[in-house]
């Protein structure tokens, strides 16, 4: 880490000159705030805001920034003197499908790690999809939306398996398309350990099928065959490749070179995103190191988080978060990946993410701490870092969180 990477994360540089925004409601009533939060250091990396200040939520939504607001017109304040305030954590990949295959409960690990955002990354099949609703996401307190998994090879041998795949298209397809306010596109596994010698067949009815319903592929590479070139070619501007810091053969990295793989960097040039999810098998330090000391910072940072993996080594999206400052990258490269950049992906609700009046009520309350902490990768690869992401507060939509909910 850089001298003014180090000094960013300590917060000693100075902030940027943007000018906190004021309330849009000048001119009207000046009611109470639900939640009036005093004395943070105000980060919004949508539009690279540094600030100290005061931020205001009322009916749900960021409704005042400023540098000192009454606090009497706050219902509830919360005192944030020595934290940074920065917009709700967005997990791009979690399994929170609780009570189907590894899913976990999200709202109790939403509350204590700042991820007022999950996205569940294939956990359900297009027949599930109404359950996903009624179940997961109106029954969590924290926000829920997920990718639909194209649906998995059948079992029986008397089953052509690339037909089996094809024929779930159109009903994939349209449960999506009917639920585009939390199906975000469609997920797929790709590797040979996940779907044997028919991987880029699947991978190809996958394609079609989010070419002809206008979906997102979100794709998740491990073993290959198929080779990355074969992968990165069938993937489109906006497309996801979850866990790119893998240390498998379907990776970003030539194993033989230590180089990023020519196909990766044209994937990303024609705007393939890349996202980390660490997960039990996903994430290995030296290929992180490798990438980003080429310049290939992740799109995002996800946690892949499922109940094999929530008591270690993954924890929680902090962790996560830590595990990449660890590696070099600066305190708002990494909130911006765990922010606007996943937030863009959840195209149903404009402006999450980011800290504006007008946007989602999402906050949360971090520290960079000092001190000695282990870290362990996929691989049970462990380092000491000086530094680690904690989160003192979860607020979404308005109200805060507790291990309680």
Known sequence: MTRRNLLQT???VAASRAVPQVSAQRGQRRRPYDILIKNGEIRDPSRDLRTQGDVAIHDGKIAEIASDIPVERGREVIEAKGLYVTPGLVDLHTHCVFGVRSGIEADPIAARSGTSTWIDAGTFAYNQVDGFRRYIVERNKCRVFGFVYLYPASRDPDVDPVKHVGDAVDRTGRAAAANRDIVLGVKFQVGSNMNGRYSLEFLKIARRLCDEYDLRLLSHISVAPPETSEVMKLMKPGDVITHCFNEHTLGIIDRDTGKLKPSVTEARLRGVLFDVGHGSGSFNFESARRALDQGFLPDSISSDIYSAN?????????????????????????????TVNPARVVTPLPMLGTL???????????????????????????????????????????KRLTATV
């Open 356 to 398: 504006q009046v007008g946007a989602p009520g999402d906050v949360a309350l971090l520290s960079v701490d000092d001190g000695e902490f282990e870290l362990v990768d996929a691989q049970r690869n462990k380092v000491t870092a000086k530094q680690r992401i904690v989160s003192h507060l979860t607020i979404c939509k308005g």
């Open 310 to 338: 929530v008591n270690g080594p993954v924890f929680d999206l902090p962790t996560t978060m830590s595990k990449l400052l660890y590696l070099g990258m600066s305190f708002d490269e990494v909130l911006k990946c765990s």
């Open 10 to 12: 300590l917060g000693v």
